[in-house]
Nanobody
Framework: QVRLTESGGGLVQAGGSLRLSCAAS????????MAWFRQAPGKEREFIAL????????YYADSVKGRFTISRDNAKPTVYLQMNNLKLEDTAVYYC???????????????????WGQGTQVTVSS
């Protein structure tokens, strides 16, 4: 079993930056992708960004493209989400996700992932 642990959330003013981390532990991560999702109050969980583990290729939702950057450290393994120019609408609980590597998928929906972190709160104030 792979365990994912997020950190780095907090309170930030609009226009500010935060960096989230997601560390994988337990069984060695052998999946195709790790990703970030978020869930705002009263809304469904939405895809934010993913990193294909073998190629290092990043993909982003349109809502964060140009502001957020996903990166990784293969050795740890850890995936990061650098969030710049934060907006009020970025307020949400942010979740890290990973798959088992059993099948190639789009990796842009919740059901494509097998492992989830507990979430970290990001609050953007005006």
């Amino acid at each position: 079993q792979v365990r994912l642990t997020e950190s780095g959330g907090g309170l930030v003013q609009a226009g500010g930056s935060l960096r989230l981390s997601c560390a994988a532990s337990g069984r060695a991560f052998g999946g195709y992708a790790m990703a970030w999702f978020r869930q705002a109050p009263g809304k469904e969980r939405e895809f934010i960004a993913l990193m294909l583990w073998t190629t290092g290729s990043p993909y982003y939702a349109d809502s964060v493209k140009g502001r957020f950057t996903i990166s990784r450290d293969n050795a740890k393994p850890t995936v990061y989400l650098q969030m710049n120019n934060l907006k009020l609408e970025d307020t949400a609980v942010y979740y890290c996700a990973g798959d088992r590597g059993m099948a190639w998928r789009s990796f842009r929906v919740e059901s494509d992932y097998d492992y989830w972190g507990q979430g970290t709160q990001v609050t953007v104030s005006s």
